[in-house]
């Protein structure tokens, strides 16, 4: 993933922790709405067992960094610029946040903006993680 506001990175690299993958646009205005509080998520407290990295679709670079610098951006943003991820995440509408598990398993996707530091949302967060982790496995 060409990195936007830090460096490059593969996505096999976050293998090992939760993921919470925002795909957006800069010309998307739902994706812009929400995108505090994506950041405020990742740096709460519930928001600290995942990594939250978001993902631009935007044909531009500039247009995707103008917005980061405007949004003051500190989780990791990349571009996907030939829209390999898109297709991979399933992302046929934008704003789409994808839940990866650490062993990067696609655990859930929500279509559209949401408050993601909401009660709701991390109630929501939590239940496709757990789902998706299964019953502890007998001893």
């Known amino acids: ?13 976050y293998r090992g922790r ?12 739902p994706c812009r709405a ?8 990742a740096w ?4 600290s067992r995942y ?14 960094l103008k917005w980061l610098r405007h949004s003051n951006a500190t989780v990791s943003h990349y ?3 030939r829209l390999t991820l898109e297709r991979m995440l399933g992302a046929s509408t934008v704003p789409l946040t994808v839940l990866v598990d650490s062993r990067g398993r696609v655990v859930a996707r929500f279509s559209g903006a949401r408050e993601w ?5 991390i109630d ?6 757990a789902r998706a982790a299964g019953p502890a496995p007998a001893r």
């Open 51 to 64: 990594v939250v990295i978001g993902i631009s679709i935007d044909d531009d670079r500039g247009a995707a």
């Open 124 to 129: 929501s967060i939590e239940r496709a993680f």
């Open 1 to 13: 993933m060409a990195g936007l506001n830090g460096p490059s990175r593969s996505i096999s690299s």
């Open 34 to 41: 929400e995108a505090a509080s994506l950041e405020r998520l």
């Open 44 to 47: 709460s407290e519930a928001g």
């Open 79 to 81: 571009i996907d610029s």
């Open 117 to 121: 530091d909401s009660v709701e949302s």
């Open 18 to 29: 939760p993921l919470i993958i925002n795909v957006w646009a800069s010309w998307c205005g």
